[in-house]
């Protein structure tokens, strides 16, 4: 489906853009990060960065994203986390508003991607314009040599803002490599699971939340409770691989499941 | 053209030199003009106000002998410029072709870190999330490390957001190196406040710019050390 | 010489070392003494005749802008001497006091300096023991000595625990030198992290920095910065 449009996109592009996209994928390890590259993209547009079209923008980037992939080109994850909102953007751009929907809408979206695009081009060219001016060491001096004409000799000490932060990063860092020890009271052990879990799977012929096995006491304090989870899910893992156990998750970050493998099922 | 003699003599006409009534009166300002222009040329780092006043004799003028010393100077080879609170001679910028001998050779900045140091100089203080939202990527390690090394930013005020996280500020030694008077002397900070550029506007909604992947965050979310 | 009108200043005088009528006239002689001025400012020795003309554009005559630069600066703060063969630009004899700036020898704070200063910073108010505690190592006395010396710490109240052992906090002057506006302002392990200043990453298997739920909290505790 998306497709279709994306066949529609290329041929509606000029040559001269095709290849002016060809040669942004080639070089995309040139950019630093999606908003650099959609920058780029924009200059094709010839216009005040005020006046872009964002949605021809949205469609210049899902095209250079799908011609990358298309080339083998890995991506890095934000450049797709930027496709897919950009794809989401597209759409609440080209969709009527639905009254019913929540949020911010299209235009104020593409309002505030362009405003981004505008601020990082001013800082860029305000980068530039600084790099520009006279500097010192380079168009102008100070004086050579310092006149010292009476030393009344004394000693100070000094040391720099960075020293003072790498020598306390020094001492928390080696508080952090001290010799670990276990604190027993808040650790449940896989083992300790695994006992538990023997004992009661027998009981369990419908899927069940894998956190009903935690022991008692061990649900409410977070760091016993993150033991607690971790132990029984890799007591879960073994039980699976001796063919003792079915675990299962609808999806990421849903509730892991599990059910006994009795011979009779 | 003043015949009673005792006008003010707070108001130093230039050059005139004082009349004495008090034991302890300050040098005329030709000579506080020599005394700073001695100063101001065997110093290589700005001076401030300050400090000249400290090393003058008991109630001198520095601020305006500085005034002027600065105007003596204007069109030559050499100038006094302001640099914050601090004065300093520097050579005329039209006159760098003659000391290829003197120029140091600055380590290179990265195209990174030049946008992260004018990011810190039009927008400070601010903190490195706001970078990022900027920037659109995060922060390098080392970036920030470089420019605090070469003293051209430093710590600003911790930012009174959650997580209190700090920011950052330009230096002197920034204003030094770029010739500036001040930070408001940034080429275009007018215009670019006017069309609200320098404006920190919240995305509407959740935007998938300027959040790095990994960690870097947390600096926003974080508790911090001195929270109470 | 020159006939077709270009009414250029510079007529080489005599002396003049270059006679070859070149194709680029020589520039104006007050253009020719801001060069003199410039360079003999920024050279960290002495500058000969020599070198002067080997850095002038062609035609100029360093002989003479150095002798009416001489001329300008009589009188002045600053004077154009002669050293050897060479020529500077060196403080009038007669503000030498205003030179006293004591020449300081600069030494690195030592290690453990630095970190009990660190710790004070970090913790404050903070007693010896916990400093102790915190390095791992005694302090020695000459430490803490010398950072009070330094007017870099100062005593604060007495900790309302047995014994009523005295804190260290650190004094204005530390932010100065540090160009903090407050101790609040120094950074979380995280943001030093973040800003590549932790050298090392922690070994596999060790706890993440930062999580500490130990050393952290009691900096919260704390009351008061700079009480009273």
């Given at each position: 489906m998306s497709e279709q449009n994306l066949f529609d996109d290329v041929a509606t592009q000029s040559v001269e853009e095709r290849l002016a996209a060809e040669a942004l994928i080639v070089d995309v390890e040139g950019y630093e990060g999606p908003l650099d590259l959609l920058l780029t993209l924009s200059r094709t547009q010839k216009v005040d960065l005020r006046r872009i079209s964002v949605l021809e923008l949205a469609r210049q980037y899902?095209?250079?994203?799908d011609r990358a992939k298309e080339l083998r080109i890995e991506l890095?994850?934000?450049y797709l986390v930027m496709a897919a909102w950009l794809a989401f953007l597209k759409s609440r751009l080209l969709l009527p508003p639905d009254p019913e929907e929540?949020?911010?809408?299209?235009?104020?979206?593409a309002a505030h991607?362009?405003?981004?695009?505008e601020r990082l081009q001013a800082m860029r060219d305000a980068a530039a314009r600084l790099m520009g001016r006279d500097q010192r060491g380079r168009d102008f001096f100070a004086r050579g040599k310092g006149e010292d004409v009476e030393r009344i000799r004394s000693v100070t000490y000094s040391a720099s803002l960075l020293d003072l932060m790498q020598g306390y990063a020094r001492i928390r860092t080696k508080d952090d490599f001290r010799p670990f020890v276990m604190d027993r009271d808040s650790v449940y052990t896989m083992e300790e699971a695994l006992e538990r879990m023997r004992s009661l799977i027998g009981f369990t012929g419908s899927w069940t939340?894998?956190?009903s096995y935690l022991p008692d006491g061990w649900h409410t304090d977070p760091v016993r409770r993150r033991s607690a989870t971790a132990a029984t899910f890799a007591a879960s893992l073994q039980l699976v691989k001796e063919g003792k156990l079915e675990i299962r998750q609808s999806e990421s970050f849903s509730a892991i499941q599990l059910r006994s493998l009795d011979e009779e099922n | 053209m003043d015949d009673h003699g005792l006008d003010q003599t707070a108001?130093?006409?230039?050059?005139?030199?004082?009349e004495r009534d008090s034991l302890f009166e300050a040098p005329p300002m030709v000579e506080q003009e020599r005394m700073v222009e001695a100063v101001l040329f065997a110093s290589s780092e700005p001076v401030t106000l300050?400090?000249?006043?400290?090393?003058?004799?008991?109630g001198c003028n520095p601020g305006e002998a500085v005034e002027h010393l600065r105007k003596r100077y204007e069109g030559r080879g050499v100038r006094v410029v302001r640099v914050g609170d601090a004065w300093a001679v520097r050579t005329a910028p039209d006159l760098g072709f003659l000391m290829q001998k003197e120029i140091v050779e600055t380590r290179k900045l990265s195209r990174a870190a030049i946008e992260t140091l004018a990011i810190i100089a039009y927008h400070q203080p601010v903190t490195r999330?706001?970078?990022e939202e900027i920037r659109g990527v995060s922060v390098s390690r080392g970036t920030i490390d470089q420019l605090l090394e070469m003293e051209w930013i430093r710590l600003g005020r911790r930012r009174m957001t959650p997580g209190r996280p700090v920011t950052f500020v330009v230096t002197p030694s920034f204003l030094d190196h770029f010739g500036l008077e001040s930070a408001r002397d940034l080429p275009g900070l007018k215009e670019l406040r006017a069309a609200g550029l320098l404006e920190n506007r919240p995305p509407p909604g959740a935007l998938p710019i300027g959040h790095g992947e990994d960690g870097e965050h947390e600096i926003g979310e974080q508790p911090e050390l001195f929270e109470e």
């Open positions: 899902l095209t250079f994203v890095a994850a934000d929540e949020g911010p809408s299209g235009e104020e979206l991607l362009a405003f981004q695009l939340d894998m956190l | 108001e130093q006409p230039e050059g005139g030199p004082l300050r400090d000249l006043a400290g090393r003058m004799p008991h999330a706001e970078i």
